[in-house]
């Protein structure tokens, strides 16, 4: 398996409720390198354009809502596998269904505040780093 990059968010219920620090501390214990790293607060635009492949979804206007309501943090992982590994270690996104140990087993507050995103391939790993990424801010 290749060395790889994937795309994470730290979302705005885990950045309110101060998990950031835990989640930051996982992500190294699972091996990631942090490539990109920054807090910000998204705009219901990007939030409608970061999630569009949702628009048609009943949750899409609540989860834009969500997504826009305070900071979050965002983040570039690099390590071999990196998307499948931080999707493990995310968990199910539902957390009735996360398993143990899993960010949104250990953080989530439903399936929708569920404190964590990450990338489900490599087109879209690529996009979704351009979409809040400059070059120069990945070292
Ligand atoms: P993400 O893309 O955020 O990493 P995911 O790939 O596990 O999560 P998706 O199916 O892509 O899940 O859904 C995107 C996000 O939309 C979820 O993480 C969650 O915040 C929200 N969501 C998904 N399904 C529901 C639902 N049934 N009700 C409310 N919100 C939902
Ligand atoms: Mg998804």
């Given at each position: 398996m290749a060395v790889e990059r994937t795309y994470a968010m730290i979302k705005p219920d885990a950045v309110t409720n101060g998990h950031t620090g835990r989640i930051l501390s996982i992500i190294q214990e699972h091996g990631?390198?942090?490539i990109g790293l920054k807090q910000k607060s998204i705009s219901p635009a990007e939030a409608e354009a970061f999630y569009?492949?949702?628009?048609?979804?009943?949750f899409y206007a609540s989860l834009v809502t969500f997504m826009s309501e305070g900071p979050s943090v965002l983040l570039v992982l690099e390590r071999e596998d990196a998307i499948k590994k931080w999707r493990e270690a995310m968990g199910a996104t539902n957390p009735a269904n996360a398993a143990d140990g899993t960010i949104r087993k250990l953080f989530a507050e439903s399936i929708e505040r569920n404190a964590a995103h990450g990338s489900d391939a490599p087109e879209t790993a690529a996009q979704e780093i351009q979409f809040f990424f400059s070059a120069s801010e990945l070292l």
């Open positions: 990631f390198k942090i569009a492949v949702h628009r048609e979804r009943p």
